[in-house]
Nanobody, 126 residues
């Protein structure tokens, strides 16, 4: 069982930056695909970024050029660097993991992930 704990959320003005972290309780190296999702009130949970066990990264179009997902397999931590934040980025952000090296076609499908954190709130004001 993998436990995930997010941190780094907060309130920031539009144009600002935040760095989210997700610490895993056990090994989540090359054998795990990991991802970030977000959910705003009244909306469904949506994928934001994913990273294969070998480090290949994927970002949804709405965050490309602004957000960067990365991982440090030596300490089982996933990161999301968020720059040029917009008010529409306001949401609860969750990290997720599944025991597959390749994230595959379901990389942004929440139902394909086995493990979830409790979330960290990001609020962007104008």
């Amino acid at each position: 069982q993998v436990q995930l704990v997010e941190s780094g959320g907060g309130s920031v003005q539009a144009g600002g930056s935040l760095r989210l972290s997700c610490a895993a309780s056990s090994y989540t190296g090359r054998n795990y695909c990991m991802a970030w999702f977000r959910q705003a009130p009244g909306n469904e949970r949506e994928g934001v970024a994913a990273i294969n066990g070998d480090g290949d990264r994927y970002h949804v179009d709405s965050v490309k050029g602004r957000f960067t997902v990365s991982r440090d397999s030596t300490n089982n931590t996933l990161y999301l660097q968020m720059n040029s934040l917009k008010t529409e980025d306001t949401a609860m952000y969750y990290c997720a993991a599944k025991p597959k090296t390749w994230c595959g076609a379901g990389r942004f499908s929440a139902e394909t992930y086995n493990y979830w954190g409790q979330g960290t709130q990001v609020t962007v004001s104008s």
